[in-house]
Nanobody, 116 residues
Framework: QVQLVESGGGLVQAGESLRLSCVAS?????????MCWYRQTPGEQREFVAR???????NYPDSVKGRFSISRDNAKQMVYLQMNNLKPEDAAVYYC?????????WGQGTQVTVSS
C-alpha cells in the first residue's frame, strides 16, 4: 500500500512563490519510480503539471515551463514542486502521484489560491 501526503498549499498573491511537498510512505523503493504533480479546478479535468523520473529527468507543459520546478529527495521519499511567479490561473488543488507499473497512486491534494 502506497500513501502520498501533500502539503505546502496556501493563499498567495500573483507573482509570489510557493513550494509544495509530497511525502510517500508504504512498502516501496521510492527512488525507482516516476513522480508527478497534477492540478485540478472544479469542473475541469486533472491537468499534468510536472514529472520527474527515477533518473531525475523532468518535463513540464508549456503553461508552467520556466516558472515551476520539480525535484525529489529519495532518502526522504519526498518530491517537491517549486512554483514561482504564480498567476491566478495556477489556482487549483495540486496532487502528487507516483507511477508504479501501469498504476498511479494519488495523494489527497493541497489547495493553492492565487489572488490577483
Amino acid at each position: 500500500q502506497v500513501q502520498l501526503v501533500e502539503s505546502g498549499g496556501g493563499l498567495v498573491q500573483a507573482g509570489e512563490s510557493l513550494r509544495l511537498s509530497c511525502v510517500a510512505s508504504g512498502s516501496l523503493i521510492f527512488g525507482l519510480y516516476t513522480m508527478c504533480w497534477y492540478r485540478q479546478t472544479p469542473g475541469e479535468q486533472r491537468e499534468f503539471v510536472a514529472r520527474i523520473t527515477s533518473l531525475g529527468n523532468t518535463n513540464y507543459p508549456d503553461s508552467v515551463k520556466g516558472r515551476f520546478s520539480i525535484s525529489r529527495d529519495n532518502a526522504k521519499q519526498m518530491v517537491y514542486l517549486q512554483m514561482n511567479n504564480l498567476k491566478p490561473e495556477d489556482a487549483a488543488v495540486y496532487y502528487c502521484a507516483i507511477e508504479i507499473g501501469t498504476r498511479q497512486y494519488w495523494g489527497q491534494g493541497t489547495q493553492v489560491t492565487v489572488s490577483s
